[in-house]
């Protein structure tokens, strides 16, 4: 089955414990991306993924870090987690055609608390 | 600055009625825009798309409808069902561009039986 699978689902933390959320996705996309989802503000784009070794910041890439080693996987990684990223995560991949994105699919979400 | 907008939170029609779902966007580099149904605790599922060189897009119950010059989408749904009822995405992107997509707020669809 073609999906997005990100882990955890459901995380506590407390503020400045280093945490790592996974995405994976199994259809061979080139082009993955983390948002974060917040009442009122809709999804907004944290960091994006082109390819393997490529990344490049979305509009709150603040606070996060990510990687891309394999075309899999995508973490987003909270080296620091502050109260203010308290919010719901998705992880996001699709193929790139040409002229540009494809639709997106995306992951269940992470529903990450910091204290 | 937001550049896509959704200026209506909520909506509610009656089953069987027409749901039309708006949204603006100020960017005039956009050329691809799409549409994000998402049920609670789940991620969001793409509905429909439209490029630039299109003004309506159409799949079953859902007709996408764009107007380049006011710069304004919008989506159609009849007949409206009660499983209809979800937040609905609209997002933008520049093709060959950035490769960003920017989404709206949202807007809560309620379909009443």
């Known amino acids: 089955e073609a999906q997005v699978t990100q882990n955890p689902r459901y995380l506590i933390t407390v503020t400045g414990k280093k945490l790592t959320v996974t995405c994976s996705q199994n259809?061979?996309?080139?082009?993955m991306s983390w948002y974060r989802q917040d009442p009122g503000l809709g999804l907004r784009q944290i960091y994006y993924?082109?390819?393997?070794?490529?990344?490049d910041k979305g509009d709150v890439p603040e606070g996060y870090k990510v990687s891309r080693k394999e075309k899999r996987n995508f973490p987003l990684i909270l080296e620091s987690p502050s109260p203010n990223q308290t919010s719901l995560y998705f992880c996001?991949?699709?193929?790139?055609?040409?002229?540009?994105?494809?639709?997106?699919?995306f992951g269940p979400g992470t529903r990450l608390t910091v204290l | 600055d937001q550049q896509v907008k959704q200026n209506s939170p909520s909506l509610s029609v009656q089953e069987g009625r027409i749901s039309i779902l708006n949204c603006d966007y100020t960017?005039?580099?956009?050329?691809?825009f799409l549409w994000y149904k998402k049920y609670p605790a789940e991620g969001p599922t793409f509905l429909i798309s439209?490029?630039?060189?299109?003004d309506k897009n159409e799949d079953g119950r859902f007709t996408v409808f764009l107007n380049k010059s006011a710069k304004h989408l919008s989506l159609h749904i009849v007949p409206s069902q009660p499983g209809d009822s979800a937040v609905y995405f609209c997002?933008?992107?520049?093709?060959?561009?950035?490769?960003?997509?920017?989404f709206g707020k949202g807007t809560k669809l309620t379909v009443n039986p």
């Open positions: 996001a991949s699709s193929l790139l055609k040409a002229g540009g994105l494809d639709e997106q699919f």
């Open positions: 259809m061979n996309h080139e082009y």
């Open positions: 993924s082109m390819n393997v070794e490529v990344t």
């Open positions: 960017n005039s580099m956009f050329d691809y």
């Open positions: 439209i490029s630039s060189i299109k």
């Open positions: 997002a933008a992107s520049t093709q060959g561009g950035s490769e960003k997509l920017v």
